[in-house]
């Protein structure tokens, strides 16, 4: 498609009826798109993101869990071997891969003497052969909670270490590669602060104990809390001297809830994440100051999300919010929830075909660097959300300076801006050039509860051979015009930034 075919696109996704719920009615037209001056500020750093923010979990649960939500998606059983899962697993690269969840405290390692364990919740040494064995074929950092519920009877009893003291020798001395261990799985409840700490300073001393060499030893990573700041409060003084990443858990929805789809797309429900996560980042900056900042389990309701709602393109504007949010505020791995397994999965537990939430992740990888950029707008929050950083190193490498600029509309108005406004011109440039990535429903109609997705004029989906299609952007110039209940990116390869040089 040439460029007077894609504007003519763009033009009659602004002047014609947009589908905006599943069941097929009509709102009115959208008005005309509203020029926005959009400012990014490419003289100083914001915050500083991982490379890896783009990560996903492996989970516990059982086929009978809010069926069929988890069938066969228990990483103790699920099928990891094929070529599929494989390759579109090692799309996630330099990600993470967090193996997890509530079920992660009943998980009894099958090494050494341990106490009966429950159905469907033994470890055996082979498939944790097999767990490792796929982390190293997906170039994925491998992150494995331990159960620190063994042998424990209260809030204030200590933790039985042995079977973990089995598990981590026989790790160590078989010399499989993991990035880290996690202790715990929102048990801030369950455990007191200064009883938790006690089971991680022993986690540690194993961890120095079998793997004497700091290069190759493993990092200590907790406590996957939900939302606590006043738990951290206590906690964290007492393993900083320890721990190398603080994870928390955020869930801005309720999958039970029949208003979530309606919210997804409100000011309200998005700037949740932000409140949630601002008062954490700074106990943990404050109490642990040499730590990483973790988001260790996400999506955009909790409850295994919502079908047809956390698995579809309306998810995305949680998604894209949420990812520039968690970078804005330093954090450096964004663990989503899930990559098989609930409603809110980024591959179809059944094909492994990608959901669009995928798609999503997979740019952002590729078109977002780690310094993050100041950015504002003549519009509102409510209406137009952006996140602006330096462009990954691939553009970079092209044309120093770069910068992208994330962009997600959940107004019913199309926007337009300028290239020029997006960056402080440099030596007078008024015709800057961009690169344009636009995703918008893939069925035609508009309709946001889809699992297709379109980026600019192409259906985003696998080949006959089960690989990913290109996703190339579209070169342009003039104004950049975002449609309605949109969301994307827009790369300004000339913008010159003073700190992406």
């Not at 009978?64 to 103790?76: G, L, Q, T």
Request: aromatic fraction near 10%; hydrophobic fraction near 40%; glycine fraction near 8%.
């Amino acid at each position: 498609m040439d460029h007077w075919m894609l504007n003519e696109m763009i033009h009659l996704l602004v002047v014609t009826t947009f589908c905006l719920c599943e069941c097929g009615v009509l709102a009115q037209p959208p008005p005309p798109a509203q020029t926005v001056t959009v400012s990014v500020n490419g003289s100083a750093v914001l915050a500083t993101t991982g490379a890896g923010l783009f990560s996903g979990n492996f989970d516990w649960h059982l086929n009978n869990e809010e069926p069929p939500a988890w069938d066969n998606c228990s990483i103790n059983i699920m099928k990891i071997n094929d070529t599929k899962t494989i390759y579109l697993a090692s799309q996630l690269s330099p990600g993470h891969l967090r193996i997890g969840g509530s079920e992660g405290d009943v998980m009894i390692y099958d090494i050494g003497e341990h106490l009966p364990c429950k159905p469907g919740f033994c470890l055996s040494m082979d498939r944790w052969q097999q767990i490792v064995a796929f982390s190293q074929e997906t170039d994925l950092k491998l992150v494995f909670g331990l159960n620190c519920m063994y042998g424990r009877a209260n809030k204030s009893a200590q933790w039985d270490k042995r079977n973990s003291d089995a598990f981590l020798q026989y790790t160590a001395q078989h010399k499989l590669p993991v990035y880290g261990f996690e202790v715990c799985n929102e048990k801030q409840g369950q455990v007191h602060a200064d009883v938790m700490a006690d089971s991680y300073q022993d986690v540690h001393e194993m961890l120095v104990k079998y793997w004497p060499d700091v290069a190759t030893r493993p990092k200590l990573i907790g406590p996957d809390e939900n939302p606590n700041a006043g738990f951290l409060e206590e906690f964290l003084p007492l393993v900083a001297d320890v721990i190398d990443a603080v994870t928390v858990h955020i869930y801005t929805g309720y999958g039970l809830d029949h208003n979530l789809p309606a919210q997804i797309t409100t000011g309200q429900y998005l700037d949740k994440y932000q409140s949630t996560l601002a008062p954490l980042a700074k106990v943990i900056n404050d109490k642990a100051p040499k730590a990483e900042i973790w988001i260790g389990e996400t999506a955009a309701a909790w409850h295994s999300g919502q079908m047809n709602t956390t698995n579809t393109f309306l998810s995305g504007f949680w998604y894209l919010d949420a990812l520039g949010t968690a970078a804005n505020n330093n954090v450096q791995a964004f663990c989503r929830q899930t990559l098989i397994g609930g409603y809110y999965e980024l591959l179809n537990r059944t094909t492994r075909d990608p959901n669009p939430d995928f798609y999503t992740g997979l740019l952002w990888n590729k078109l977002m660097g780690t310094k993050m950029l100041h950015v504002t707008s003549t519009v509102s929050r409510s209406s137009l959300r952006l996140y602006a950083a330096c462009s990954a190193a691939s553009f970079q490498a092209k044309t120093p300076g770069s910068v992208t600029v994330a962009f997600i509309n959940i107004a019913d108005t199309a926007f337009s801006a300028s290239p020029a406004s997006l960056v402080h011109r440099i030596d007078g440039k008024e015709n800057l050039g961009t690169i344009e990535y636009h995703l918008i429903p893939g069925d035609g109609q508009m309709t946001l509860r889809t699992t297709q997705m379109m980026l600019n004029d192409k259906l985003l989906e696998l080949d006959e051979n089960n690989k990913l299609p290109a996703m190339d952007g579209l070169v342009r110039s003039g104004p950049v015009l975002i449609a309605p209940k949109s969301y994307g990116f827009v790369v300004v390869p000339d913008a010159n930034a003073d700190v992406c040089t």
